[in-house]
Antibody, heavy 120, light 106 residues
Framework: QVQLLESGPGLVKASQTLSLTCTVS??????????WSWIRQHPGKGLEWIAN???????YHNPSLKRRVNMTIDTSKNLFSLKLSSVTAADSAVYYC????????????WGQGTTVTVSS | SYELTQPPSVSVSPGQAASITCSGD??????VCWYQQKPGQSPVLVIY???RRPSGIPERFSGSNSGNTATLTISGTQTVDEADYYC?????????FGGGTKLTVL
């Protein structure tokens, strides 16, 4: 049973870079079957997809966040990471990492989520 | 950019059927997934590929997708089904979520 666990600072200062890591257990991140994803949810709001990465490091971004997002994968450590630059209060949210199969089967495994607050 | 529209809220009485819609341009040409999210929890996949149920999801959950509208139907709705529901579709290489529907069972 694959499990994903987010980690990173819960508090980030405005204008700085938010950095999160997702550690994958119970399965290999090197599998070409999946994409690995970051999704966020603002307080009391809906889900917003941020970006995907595959095992070769190819990335796909939400156009509205693309300029500020850097996503990487470390197959040797079985983890992937998100960096979001120049954060503002609008980036305060619960950040989920997730496993994506494809357009038919969608996002099938989610992490527990981690809350990030941007302070001024 | 592609958008998916859901009603903000749907109410249903226990034991009745609940239908939650998700609308988008030619949505029937894309695959749709549905997620259930309860307060303080991560989303759970309840329908994929328009109508398929993952293992462990009760049979009362069903889905359809045609034209511009996908529908999640919960037959014999139970109080445990009260949650937020989100549809998901892809636009080429990007994932698009609907705004979510709060299902109230009362």
């Amino acid at each position: 049973q694959v499990q994903l666990l987010e980690s990173g600072p819960g508090l980030v200062k405005a204008s700085q870079t938010l950095s999160l890591t997702c550690t994958v257990s119970g399965g290999s991140i090197s599998s070409g079957t999946y994409y690995w994803s970051w999704i966020r949810q603002h307080p009391g709001k809906g889900l917003e997809w941020i970006a995907n990465i595959n095992h070769r490091g190819a990335t796909y971004h939400n156009p509205s966040l693309k300029r500020r997002v850097n996503m990487t994968i470390d197959t040797s450590k079985n983890l992937f990471s998100l960096k979001l630059s120049s954060v503002t209060a609008a980036d305060s949210a619960v950040y989920y990492c997730a496993r994506v199969i494809n357009s038919r089967e969608g996002v099938d495994v989610w992490g527990q989520g981690t809350t990030v607050t941007v302070s001024s | 950019s592609y958008e998916l529209t859901q009603p903000p809220s749907v109410s249903v009485s226990p034991g009745q059927a609940a239908s939650i819609t998700c609308s988008g341009d030619h949505l029937g040409d894309r695959y749709v997934c549905w997620y259930q999210q309860k307060p303080g929890q991560s989303p759970v996949l309840v329908i994929y590929q328009d109508f398929r149920r993952p293992s462990g999801i009760p049979e009362r959950f069903s889905g359809s997708n045609s034209g511009n509208t996908a529908t999640l139907t919960i037959s014999g709705t139970q109080t445990v089904d009260e949650a937020d529901y989100y549809c998901l579709a892809w636009d080429t290489t990007t994932l698009i979520f609907g705004g979510g529907t709060k299902l109230t069972v009362l």
